[in-house]
T-cell receptor, first 117, second 112 residues
Framework: DAGVIQSPRHEVTEMGQEVTLRCKPISGHNSLFWYRQTMMRGLELLIYFNNNVPIDDSGMPEDRFSAKMPNASFSTLKIQPSEPRDSAVYFC???????????????FGPGTRLTVT | AQTVTQSQPEMSVQEAETVTLSCTYD???????LFWYKQPPSRQMILVIRQEAYKQQNATENRFSVNFQKAAKSFSLKISDSQLGDTAMYFCAFMKLGQFYFGTGTSLTVIP
């Protein structure tokens, strides 16, 4: 298995531009997570999907952030408009489980390093 | 809400020695999972070890083992025979019903 795939690996953009991060979870996994990692705040959960449905988006910082999961094999995290404080590493992770039952470990993608100038 | 606390921001250990990273958590749940993840300079998050709360036996994976104290809500990671490749950030994580909660991490440096 190729593992969780994220693209791009690095993104440099100017303030005000739209940024789209992409994630392909491991085949067969039905839970997908977006995290943001910064030195100041560590690893933060942004949003969590189960069976393509957003379950908890309370970690999404503000309306400039949106996430979609149109199907089981693809998710996007969009920032519009981007700001310098959005600079961080964004991780996507996937796991298998149901909303009511236990799930197991998350498998992380390699991350996308976003720099907003 | 669940919280995970790693009180050691940085640690170092001599190569071949043993080091223990601490983690405490707060929960009212009885059944849950605990994990240690490793993040080397490559940034990739790698699962190191997993512990089910209903199991009394401490999990072990080669040189990595945990000391799980459920009553004390403590979940420390012991690395034996430390190797240079163990240099990384280590994150403790609590999981219940698919929701993961991560600690702030401990930066471990293995000194040759």
């Amino acid at each position: 298995d190729a593992g969780v795939i994220q693209s791009p690996r690095h993104e440099v953009t100017e303030m005000g531009q739209e940024v789209t991060l992409r994630c392909k979870p491991i085949s067969g996994h039905n839970s997908l997570f977006w995290y943001r990692q910064t030195m100041m705040r560590g690893l933060e959960l942004l949003i969590y999907f189960n069976n393509n449905v957003p379950i908890d988006d309370s970690g999404m910082p503000e309306d400039r952030f949106s996430a979609k999961m149109p199907n089981a094999s693809f998710s996007t995290l969009k920032i519009q408009p981007s700001e310098p404080r959005d600079s961080a590493v964004y991780f996507c992770a996937s796991s298998f489980g149901t909303r009511l039952a236990e799930t197991y470990e998350q498998y992380f993608g390699p991350g996308t390093r976003l720099t907003v100038t | 809400a669940q919280t995970v606390t790693q009180s050691q921001p940085e640690m170092s250990v001599q190569e071949a020695e043993t080091v223990t990273l601490s983690c405490t958590y707060d929960t009212s749940e009885n059944n849950y999972y605990l994990f240690w993840y490793k993040q080397p300079p490559s940034r990739q998050m790698i699962l190191v070890i997993r512990q089910e709360a209903y199991k009394q036996q401490n999990a072990t994976e080669n040189r990595f083992s945990v000391n799980f104290q459920k009553a004390a809500k403590s979940f420390s990671l012991k690395i034996s025979d430390s190797q240079l490749g163990d240099t990384a950030m280590y994150f403790c994580a609590f999981m219940k019903l698919g929701q993961f909660y991560f600690g702030t991490g401990t930066s471990l440096t293995v000194i040759p």
